[in-house]
């Protein structure tokens, strides 16, 4: 079955940081495409990072010099480093795979709240 599924979010005050991380089922090599997205309440769901290639990345300007997006192929995982967190930053955070010629895969989302 294939399946996303995030974990590390969590409650942080402002300037820290987090880890999320999106574990791949059965394999991330089935995918040749990772975004992060982030949904705030009331609010549209905004692409926040994508990774399509080894060096390959786009972040949204809300973010740059704030977050990276990686991948671990040993660990079947996409993550996403938040430093500086802003409480603007607060949302939930949604892994989206792509697969060629097929639907892309969501994950079930993380809440992500920063205090201020």
């Known amino acids: 079955q294939v399946q996303l599924v995030e974990s590390g979010g969590g409650l942080v005050q402002a300037g820290g940081s987090l880890r999320l991380s999106c574990a791949a089922s059965?394999?991330?090599?089935?995918?040749?495409?990772f975004a992060w997205y982030r949904q705030a309440p009331g609010k549209q769901r905004d692409m926040v990072a994508r990774?399509?290639?080894?060096?390959?990345?786009h972040y949204a300007d809300s973010v740059k010099g704030r977050f990276t997006i990686s991948r671990d192929n040993a660990e079947n995982a996409v993550y996403l480093q938040m430093n500086s967190l802003k409480p603007e930053d607060t949302a939930v955070y949604y892994c989206?795979?792509?697969?060629?010629?097929?639907?892309?895969?969501w994950g079930q989302g993380t809440q992500v709240t920063v205090s201020s």
């Open positions: 989206k795979a792509s697969r060629p010629f097929d639907l892309d895969v």
């Open positions: 059965p394999s991330l090599s089935i995918f040749n495409a």
């Open positions: 990774l399509t290639g080894p060096r390959a990345t």
